[in-house]
C-alpha cells in the first residue's frame, strides 16, 4: 500500500525566505506527483505536475522535484510571501489509475 | 475556460437523514469526475470516480453512493446519514480519454458536512 508522508506538519517563516517542504513515499513504482495547494476552508487548486520520467517542474516561484529511486519529492518556494500562507500537499498516482494518495498536508504560515 | 461549481457550501444535517450534493463541470465534454472526502486529522480520500455517464467506481464501502445522469453532473448521495459521514466533500475531474488521472485534477470549492 502506497503511504504519502510530508515533513513538516507546519512551518512558520518570516517573508522573503527561500523554503523547502518535503514529500516521502513508500512505493516508488508512481505514475506521477501533484503538489496542491489549501486555503482554509477550500478546495484544492494544482500546483505542479510531474510525470515519473520528469525530474522537476517549474512555475514561477515554485519548483518541484521528483527523486522516484528515493521515494521523495521537494517543494521549494523563492522569496516566500505572506500569500503564499496556505496548506500544500502532495499527492501520487500509483498506477496511471484513478485514485491519487495524499499526503496529510504541510501548514504555512509566511509571517509580514 | 473550465469551472466546476460544487453546493451547498456548509450543510448541517441530523443523523438518519438523507444526502445529496452535486458538481457540476462546464467548459469541458467527458471529464473524469471524482468525489473525495477530507475529514479532520487525515489526508483526502477518494470515494467514487466516474469515466463517463451511468458509470461509476467505488474506492472504498461505506454509506454514500454517487451517480451520474449527465455528462458534467456528478452527485453523492445517502440514504441514511451516520455521525462519521461528517467532513468536507470535494468534487474535482480532470480531462477524460486520457486513461487515469495523468492529467492536472482540478478541485471544486468543497462542502462542509456536519452529521448531528
Known amino acids: 500500500k502506497q503511504e504519502v508522508t510530508q515533513i513538516p506538519a507546519a512551518l512558520s517563516v518570516p517573508e522573503g525566505e527561500n523554503l523547502v517542504l518535503n514529500c516521502s513515499f513508500t512505493?516508488?513504482?508512481?505514475?506521477?506527483l501533484q503538489w496542491f495547494r489549501q486555503d482554509p476552508g477550500k478546495g484544492l487548486t494544482s500546483l505542479l505536475l510531474?510525470?515519473?520520467?520528469?525530474r522537476e517542474q517549474t512555475s514561477g516561484r515554485l519548483n518541484a522535484s521528483l527523486d522516484k529511486s528515493s521515494g521523495r519529492s521537494t517543494l521549494y518556494i523563492a522569496a516566500s510571501q505572506p500569500g503564499d500562507s496556505a496548506t500544500y500537499l502532495c499527492a501520487v498516482n500509483r498506477d496511471s489509475g484513478y485514485a491519487l494518495n495524499f499526503g496529510k498536508g504541510t501548514s504555512l504560515l509566511v509571517t509580514p | 475556460s473550465q469551472t466546476i461549481h460544487q453546493w451547498p457550501a456548509t450543510l448541517v444535517q441530523p443523523v438518519g437523514s438523507p444526502l445529496s450534493l452535486e458538481c457540476t463541470v462546464e467548459?469541458?465534454?467527458?471529464?473524469?469526475l471524482y468525489w473525495y472526502r477530507q475529514a479532520a486529522g487525515r489526508g483526502l480520500q477518494l470515494l467514487f470516480y466516474?469515466?463517463?455517464?451511468?458509470?461509476i467506481s467505488s474506492e472504498v464501502p461505506q454509506n454514500l453512493s454517487a451517480s451520474r445522469p449527465q455528462d458534467r453532473q456528478f452527485i453523492l448521495s445517502s440514504k441514511k446519514l451516520l455521525l462519521s459521514d461528517s467532513g468536507f466533500y470535494l468534487c474535482?475531474?480532470?480531462?477524460?480519454?486520457?486513461?487515469?488521472?495523468?492529467?492536472?485534477?482540478?478541485f471544486g470549492s468543497g462542502t462542509q458536512l456536519s452529521v448531528l
Open positions: 510531474i510525470q515519473s520520467s520528469q
Open positions: 467548459g469541458t465534454s467527458n471529464p473524469n
Open positions: 474535482a475531474w480532470s480531462p477524460g480519454g486520457s486513461g487515469g488521472t495523468n492529467e492536472k485534477l482540478f
Open positions: 466516474s469515466v463517463g455517464i451511468g458509470q
Open positions: 512505493d516508488s513504482a508512481i505514475y506521477n
